[in-house]
């Protein structure tokens, strides 16, 4: 975490939006009930998984109106 930004929080005092905006932007943060957690790098197995899953789903869905996507932010 930013030491900065951790040294002018006071003590059990909960983040914002606001503040882990603040953070480096080469990280990336979630913040759930005021409390932030830096998001782990998916590791190579995870990344595997997830595009066997995704090759699945997919050819599954050709010609159907579904489609399958990788990120949940598109």
């Known amino acids: 975490m930013s030491g900065l930004l ?6 059990n005092t909960p983040y914002s939006y606001g ?3 603040k953070f480096p932007e080469n990280e990336k943060w979630e913040l759930i009930n005021g409390v932030p957690y830096l998001q782990a790098q998916p590791t190579f197995e995870h990344q595997e998984i ?25």
Do not use: S, W
């Not at 997830?50 to 990788?70: E, S, W």
């Open 19 to 21: 503040d882990i905006k």
């Open 6 to 11: 951790k040294a002018n929080k006071l003590e």
């Open 50 to 74: 997830l595009g066997n899953m995704f090759a699945q789903i997919h050819n599954y869905l050709q010609g159907k109106p579904c489609r399958v996507v990788t990120e949940p932010a598109v």
